[in-house]
């Protein structure tokens, strides 16, 4: 009983830090837009590919990815931000998301509304120093939040355009997840 107390707890715990990840932006209604290649949910199945982003993603063993309808279930409520991607190990941690967020500040102050998201909504979470990390060769500014001890939130963050282009990693304490991200690469 402890033990499914315990999952339980952490899959509270994450869905909490996925709500707030993904409302940290500013609270006006997104244009409604058609995306320009709308991936179908078999084409899903074997991983994401980006051009816009020049990002690619190659689950590693053992992971699945989100479908359309999926993801759309785990984002509703969520303004300004869309969900590019969602892939995560079969027993459910870790997590990858890659969202893309209108914002006008850069990284650090992006950084700094999720913390303070994370304070409006009393979520007791702690938070490591920012420091730069290198996904597909590229520079992302991000830190770790860790929340009650049991799930930590890997953030990483990018200046796209007029927004952040987030990629984040929700895995239980004590998980490694450094080698999901050397599942990214370039696309070109």
């Not at 994450?14 to 990840?21: E, Q, S």
């Not at 409302?23 to 899903?44: A, F, H, I, M, R």
């Not at 909504?121 to 860790?146: L, R």
């Amino acid at each position: 009983m402890k033990s499914f107390l315990k999952r339980f707890t952490a899959v509270l715990a994450a869905a909490a830090l996925i709500f707030v990840i993904c409302s940290c932006g500013k609270n006006t209604e997104p244009k409604k837009e058609t995306p320009e290649n709308t991936v179908s949910d078999t084409d899903l199945q074997k991983g994401y590919e980006s051009e816009k982003y020049n990002l690619k993603f190659t689950p590693p063993e053992g992971y699945v990815m989100f479908t359309d309808s999926q993801k759309a279930a785990q984002m509703a409520g969520t303004k300004n931000t869309s969900c590019e991607m969602i892939s995560e190990h079969s027993d459910g941690f870790p997590q990858i998301k890659v969202v893309f967020e209108k914002f006008d500040g850069d990284e650090a102050v992006y950084l700094e509304n999720m913390k303070k998201s994370f304070e409006a909504n009393s979520i007791n979470a702690s938070y490591t120093d920012p420091s730069e990390t290198k996904i597909a060769g590229e520079k992302y500014y991000g830190f770790t939040i860790s929340v009650e001890d049991s799930i930590n939130m890997d953030v990483y963050s990018k200046k796209f355009g007029d927004g952040i282009l987030c990629i984040s990693v929700t895995s239980l304490a004590g998980s490694d997840t450094e080698s999901v991200l050397d599942a990214f690469s370039k696309m070109k």
